[in-house]
């Protein structure tokens, strides 16, 4: 694996250079006129990366499920009800919490997937917890403002049923995030009015 330079300097966009599977999915999973604000790599062969239009979590490898492939999975800022970063002792993770997608029936935590496998999180290295700090900050940004593009339709993961969570069960999800510190008031808040607007 080629070791990746970091170019962070506090300031959006935080760019690191994408491996060419990376960067070959990333483009593949662009439209016209849509622009990379940022992305940051992860452990084995993640990505996060921001566009002017959505997020994609690109991974490659075994951690995509593929031994010589790789996948890309976009989320629109309008589908994103919250951006969470963990670390523990050598390594973190980071998870896009997305409305709208279905939760695996029993206890949450129990049937929880690992972050390296799961298509909404990706694992870095603890000692770039501030760079993926500050991707979540920007992408928080993006999804809390009125002109993000309009979402389109996302697939339900394929280790899930597809269902559309009903609009009362996303607003106490919301709740939940918000009660736990991951949601600000005003992310909450405006979340919280755009569900209303659709009922």
Known sequence: MTKLTK?????WPLM???????????????IRDEQVLGQVIGSFGQA??????KVLIVKTGLMAGQTFGGKATSYDYRNIMGVEVRTGFSQGEFEVIVGGLA????????????AAESPNAIVFAKSDQKLFQSM????????????????????APANHA??????????RQLAELHATGVLTDSEFAAKKAELLSRM
């Open 7 to 11: 170019t962070y300097n506090g300031d």
């Open 16 to 30: 690191q250079p994408l491996g060419a599977k990376e960067a070959k999915l990333r483009d593949q999973n662009m």
């Open 48 to 53: 996060i990366i921001a566009t002017t239009h």
């Open 103 to 114: 939760t695996p029936a029993g206890n949450r935590y129990k049937d929880k997937v690992k």
């Open 136 to 155: 979540a900050a920007q992408i928080r940004v993006m999804a809390a403002q009125p002109s993000a593009p309009p979402p389109h339709t996302l697939a």
């Open 162 to 171: 597809s269902r559309q969570v009903p609009i009362p069960e996303q607003i």
